[in-house]
């Protein structure tokens, strides 16, 4: 097997995920780019591979499981193991979101790409993941999943949200329950804050750019054999749950 590092980054063809895939290559890892749309995707690819990444499509659609199986055939295929799994991709789903209008079916498409797609692909890729001698995984979270500052009276935690928050707020439980079952191995599971940026994902309305928003997850990605698992980062430090 190779010894370059081996990363996938989820929803990477755009955005912050494709800041975290531009800034893992430039440590000179070999990085999967996975995405649904094709095009986007082969877009990706070419302008980080212009940009001097070792950048490789993965066509994943992380709602699906027989994407995110021939997903992990593929990575298998080509570079026999995986170190880094950054699980991205995300959505908002469709508004009004307050709890006493929001329709069950936007809580339902939010949680399956938000949370049971992390899980699908991180249960899908865990065996490539225990071939690597310094396993991690990033989870893509929001602050706004943090019920220490929703409850915190003052606190700025975004507008009331009954699908897009609470899906954050059992990505990070579930995030708490990996590291618990994963505690004697050597894989490294954390949630990661991006903070507010600029993206498709909010209409552009953040005030930090996807290149700030990658920084945490590239930091966590590159944890020491001896770093955290089972925390909530942001640029600023740990974060409560």
Known sequence: MSEQTIALVTGANKGIGYEIAAGLGALGWRVGVGARDQERRETAVANLRAAGVDAFGVPLDVTDDASVADAARLIEDSAGRLDVLVNNAGVTGSAPQEPTTVDSATVRVTVETNVIGVLRVTNTMLPLLRRSSSPRIVNMSSVVGSLTRQTTPGADTGPISGAYAPSKT??????????KELSDTNILINAACPGYCATDL????????????????????????????????????????
């Open 170 to 179: 059992f990505l990070n439980a579930l995030t708490v329950q990996y590291a």
């Open 202 to 241: 909010n209409g552009h309305r953040g005030f930090r750019t996807p290149q700030q928003g990658a920084a945490i997850a590239i930091r966590l990605a590159t944890l020491p054999d001896d770093g955290p698992t089972g925390s909530f980062f942001d640029d600023e430090g740990e974060l409560p749950w």
